[in-house]
Structures are given as C-alpha cells and as structure tokens.
C-alpha cells in the first residue's frame, strides 16, 4: 500500500528555521516526483514546488522560488520542505502528494501544520 | 499561467452541476487537467485524471471535459447527492513544468 506520511503540527517564531519531512513507503520512492502543496487557513490550494527523489531535480512556482527548499534522502525515501526564516504569512497546512507523469496526484499525505506565531 | 473557477456552485439534490476552468494562456488541450475534491480535515482526493478518467471508487455520475474553444475544462455531477458537497480544485501545468490549481470551487447542495 502506498503512503506518504507527513510529520506533524508545527509552532513556530518568525524569524525561526524549519524542516517538515514526507516519508514514503510501498513502492519505489526513486522513481516518482513528490510535489509540496500550501493551504493557508480558509483557502485554496497552491502548488509550491517538486522534487523527483531519484536525482534530488527540482522545481519551484515562481511564488515560492527562494522562499522555500524541498530536498530528499532517497536512502530513507523522505522528501523535505525547508525554511530558514519563517514569516507569520508562512502559517498554513503543506501537503506533499506523489505524482503521475499524467500530472495526477493520486496519494497525498494528511498534511501538516505550520503555525508561525510571535 | 492561471486556472480560474467560480467561487461557489449551489444545486438541489438529484439535479446536475458543472464547474468550469478557464485556462489564462496556453491551450487547454496541451496538458491534462485533473480534479480534486476535499471535504474539511482531510487531504484533496482526485475525482478526474487525464481531462476525463475516473479513478476506480469515483462514481460515474462525475465526469470531465475540456473544450478548446473557450479554452477550458468542466467538471459535471449529475445525480447529486449531500455527500457530493465539498470543495472542488482544478490543477494542470505547463512545458516548464509548472503547475497550477485553481482557486477551489465550493458545491453547496441545498
């Protein structure tokens, strides 16, 4: 069965640093891209960025280039979102979610909230 | 590029809704749209994959569609049901490689 499963609730001061994690399990973690998606409380959905864990290739939404930094240990098959000065405008749920070549995202993880707060 | 959706649908139960999105640039028809519910507290599920494809769970009263001349995709329920209501994103991407979701639409079935 595959799962992504996220690490949790998070609180944290602006200015702070943070690493949320995604470990992946049941199939190959190498072979399939693994996307970060924000929700900040009460909206939409927002695609963050993407790494494909087998060669660490990445890409970002213009909105978060420099923002944010995904990166993954293949050898623990976890992928990573990293800051390293949160902003309260960073309080929001990540989900990471594995995707098809099609461009589907059939398996989320259950999300994790950032709550950055003075 | 950007993916717009309305709002907010409402419609009765048994009747049909459809939900569009409008791609701002680039054709519709290059990359696959894919529709995601989320009800609140859970995680976004996929009702359509690849423009029109249900994945095995999704019933076929949901279907999907694009249409090249308003340079858009739709979502269609029919037969709706209060279990249907929930938040509905559209999301595709572009040769770049990035991706979009639209800004949500709520279903409310009155």
């Known amino acids: 069965e595959v799962q992504l499963v996220q690490s949790g609730a998070e609180v944290k001061k602006p200015g702070e640093s943070l690493k949320i994690s995604c470990k992946g399990s049941?199939?190959?973690?190498?072979?399939?891209?693994i996307a970060w998606v924000r929700q900040m409380p009460g909206k939409g959905l927002e695609w963050v960025g993407i790494i494909y864990p087998g060669d660490s290739d990445t890409s970002y939404s213009p909105s978060f280039q420099g923002q944010v930094t995904i990166s993954a240990d293949k050898s623990i098959s976890t992928a990573y979102l990293q800051w390293s000065s949160l902003k309260a405008s960073d309080t929001a749920i990540y989900y990471c979610?594995?995707?098809?070549?099609?461009?589907?995202?059939?398996?989320w993880g259950q999300g994790t909230l950032v709550t950055v707060s003075s | 590029f950007m993916l717009t959706q309305p709002h907010s649908v409402s419609e009765s139960p048994g009747k049909t809704v459809t939900v569009s999105c409008t791609r701002s640039?680039?054709?519709?028809?290059?990359?696959?749209v894919q529709w995601f519910r989320q009800r609140p507290g859970s995680s976004p599920t996929t009702v359509i994959y690849e423009d029109n494809k249900r994945p095995s769970g999704v019933p076929d009263r949901f279907s999907g569609s694009i249409d090249s001349s308003s340079n858009s995709a739709s979502l269609t329920i029919s037969g709706l049901q209060t279990d249907d209501e929930a938040d509905y994103y559209c999301h595709s991407y572009d040769s770049s490689n990035h991706e979009v979701f639209g800004g949500g639409t709520r279903l409310t079935v009155l």
């Open positions: 049941g199939y190959n973690f190498d072979t399939y891209w």
């Open positions: 979610a594995r995707r098809y070549s099609s461009g589907d995202y059939p398996y």
């Open positions: 640039s680039g054709s519709i028809a290059s990359n696959f």
